[in-house]
């Protein structure tokens, strides 16, 4: 008796679930489905999206191992890699959405900025994609689709703060809508994750047992945990500089002279791991840290002061890969709780380039109907694009001075 109520409660449930598998595969049939494509830089990313943001197929090929060996990436290293990977990249998050060409609604693609090599073998894949499916193209831009990333996770109103963290990018901006950005600062040299990544090759960190397989960002974060940060004291970058902009450049020049100066001292040659590598890695990146935290301050007090946050819940939306360091994270949030916003980060697998980030700004834009081109329309793409409108002078000018703030993480 119980084995047949076993059996037919296993039954009923299976055909509910087939049922409610097949209501599923309507309703993602009847919406409309984005098919998005990224190649700014070494990540060959594809994913399909439907319009509510439900994720039906991706697939990420990453070149990180073969840039790692190198040192550092090389612009046709990377061009090769994408030529190479992008077909299969692009027929994986198709074949597992179930979805074919001619469901597409439209095909979004990364067009600016980023590595022009890079950018080029994904608008041209996409190209030919759309002429031969015809289906309307819709260019990306890199910067938008990392700030507006969380909205796909959680339903945030404009306006919101955005701070942008990663290997190549460092900005601070105030998303208006979903193409409305006023910027507030960015880099004026190297952004932050090409800091500590060069600052990990200096130190030889790929060496090191815990590092030979990971990023040099990573290095950093993972070392410093077992680091004394007050070991070695960086100046903070442009302290007299009462702005929003961002500058990494002399703070890795100072931590190369720290290291040439401890290499002497210890009577070792360049590319020997260090026996203070772990006190270099935590400075390093409090430093780091406490830079963008500043800036960050600043942008969020200007914005107060000009009346350009709700009063109502503000935000700061934290992305780029940088963003994935659970220290900065913790540092920010101590800004945040300071200044009375609400800060968000994106799980740190939306944070890295990927096509789920791409597919979503898509489906944004088709929503609101704007930047949708026809698959007859020239596309250029641009390495070099700048994000909304600057106003990092008119911050400038304002001069806010930051009140004192400890940016202590006691854990």
């Not at 070494?42 to 070149?63: N, R, Y």
């Not at 105030?174 to 600052?199: C, H, N, S, W, Y």
């Not at 002399?250 to 100066?261: A, E, H, P």
Request: proline share 4%; with cysteine.
């Amino acid at each position: 008796m119980f084995a047949y109520k076993a059996s037919a409660q296993q039954g009923t449930r299976m055909f509910r679930a087939k049922i409610l598998s097949k209501c599923a595969f309507r309703r993602k049939m009847s919406s409309r489905l984005v098919l998005g494509i990224e190649t700014s830089c070494d990540e060959t990313g594809a994913a399909v999206m439907d319009e509510t943001g439900l994720i039906l197929g991706e697939s990420l090929h990453s070149q990180k191992e073969v840039h790692m060996k190198t040192g550092g990436i090389i612009p046709t290293v990377a061009q090769r890699l994408h030529r190479e990977n992008i077909g299969r990249v692009v027929q994986e998050a198709m074949e597992r959405s179930g979805v074919t060409q001619s469901q597409l609604s439209a095909v979004a693609t990364t067009v600016k900025p980023g590595l022009a090599l890079s950018l080029g073998i994904g608008l041209d894949f996409s190209l030919n994609f759309v002429k031969l499916h015809q289906k309307p193209f819709i260019p990306i831009h890199h910067m938008e689709a990392h700030a507006l990333t969380v909205r796909m996770l959680q339903p945030v109103v404009f306006p919101f703060l955005v701070l942008l963290v990663s290997g190549g990018h460092s900005l601070l901006a105030l998303a208006r809508g979903i193409d409305d950005f006023l910027l507030l600062g960015q880099t004026l040299d190297e952004a932050p994750g090409d800091t500590m990544d060069k600052v990990a090759r200096r130190l030889s960190l790929i060496k090191h047992p815990k590092c030979s397989m990971i990023s040099g960002g990573q290095a950093i974060e993972i070392l410093a945990r077992d680091g004394d940060r007050l070991k070695f004291l960086f100046k903070p970058p442009m302290g007299a500089q009462y702005d929003c902009n961002f500058s990494f450049a002399g703070l890795r020049n100072q931590v190369t002279m720290s290291i040439q100066k401890k290499e002497e001292e210890e009577g070792v040659e360049q590319g020997t791991l260090l026996s203070c590598v772990n006190d270099i890695a935590a400075a390093t990146q409090h430093t780091v840290a406490s830079h963008i935290a500043k800036r960050t301050h600043r942008a969020i007090l200007f914005c107060k002061a000009k009346d350009l946050l709700p009063s109502c819940n503000p935000t700061l939306v934290v992305s780029g890969g940088v963003a994935s360091n659970q220290y900065i994270r913790k540092i920010l949030k101590i800004v945040t709780d300071t200044t009375g916003l609400h800060l968000l980060c994106p799980p740190s697998k939306f944070c890295t380039d990927n096509g789920v980030m791409i597919a979503w700004n898509g489906v944004e834009r088709l929503r609101e109907g704007k930047g949708i081109l026809s698959h007859t329309e020239e596309v250029n793409y641009e390495p070099k694009a700048p994000l909304g409108v600057n106003i990092t002078a008119e911050v400038k000018e304002a001069a806010i001075k930051l009140p004192p703030l400890k940016l202590r993480v006691t854990d």
